[in-house]
T-cell receptor, first 117, second 116 residues
Framework: AQKVTQAQTEISVVEKEDVTLDCVYETRDTTYYLFWYKQPPSGELVFLIRRNSFDEQNEISGRYSWNFQKSTSSFNFTITASQVVDSAVYFCALSEAQSTNDYKLSFGAGTTVTVRA | DGGITQSPKYLFRKEGQNVTLSCEQNLNHDAMYWYRQDPGQGLRLIYY???????QKGDIAEGYSVSREKKESFPLTVTSAQKNPTAFYLC???????????????FGPGTRLTVT
């Protein structure tokens, strides 16, 4: 079963528009982390944000913000005033304990964001 | 420079040949991971190692092998038994191994393997 679902395959916007990326996760653990990673055309994954399961406070960091709702198992990510450099594939990921000493990341399929000038 | 090195960036092989992908880190991280990425798909875990001389299979280990003889190095061998080896391979690390760690992993630049 898919643990992390990113329903949006591709999003295309014009520069300065806001972009919201959806992520729905599935876990039985009470303690887990959620992440957003960015993969630019170069291929390397860049860590963006992290949220633990006990902290549902939504935050803003520069042009990035996220909305974590445990009630709906969602962890959505918004880029405000998008720029061409934001064009990339964005991955949502879930870290949960498979056992006491075994931690793995489960990734969604990714959302390709294209920002047009 | 601290970081994760994967070499080479592009690798070409003939079908039937084994090939070893390199992953080196100087972050002093305990845990290391290998992922495979195919177009339109997320990352899938191949193997991981939480401590030297120990490693576990991930979700798609068939046709791959690894070793962890040194903390800094976690090479991945793609064997001829892997039916569809052409993909983008990413190595990652995490500070905590057996001590536990739900936090973020750090990724290398990746190796794009093409087998014809």
């Amino acid at each position: 079963a898919q643990k992390v679902t990113q329903a949006q395959t591709e999003i295309s916007v014009v520069e300065k528009e806001d972009v919201t990326l959806d992520c729905v996760y599935e876990t039985r653990d009470t303690t887990y982390y959620l992440f957003w990673y960015k993969q630019p055309p170069s291929g390397e994954l860049v860590f963006l944000i992290r949220r633990n399961s006990f902290d549902e406070q939504n935050e803003i960091s520069g042009r990035y913000s996220w909305n974590f709702q445990k009630s709906t198992s969602s962890f959505n990510f918004t880029i405000t005033a998008s720029q061409v450099v934001d064009s990339a594939v964005y991955f949502c990921a879930l870290s949960e304990a498979q056992s006491t000493n075994d931690y793995k990341l489960s990734f969604g399929a990714g959302t390709t964001v294209t920002v047009r000038a | 420079d601290g970081g994760i090195t994967q070499s080479p960036k592009y690798l070409f092989r003939k079908e039937g040949q084994n090939v070893t992908l390199s992953c080196e880190q100087n972050l002093n991280h305990d845990a290391m991971y290998w992922y495979r990425q195919d177009p339109g798909q997320g990352l899938r875990l191949i193997y991981y190692s939480q401590i030297v001389n120990d490693f576990q299979k991930g979700d798609i280990a068939e046709g791959y092998s690894v070793s962890r003889e040194k903390k800094e190095s976690f090479p991945l061998t793609v064997t001829s038994a892997q039916k569809n080896p052409t993909a983008f391979y990413l190595c990652a690390t995490h500070p905590s191994g057996l001590a536990g760690g739900l936090g973020e992993q750090y990724f290398g630049p990746g190796t794009r393997l093409t087998v014809t």
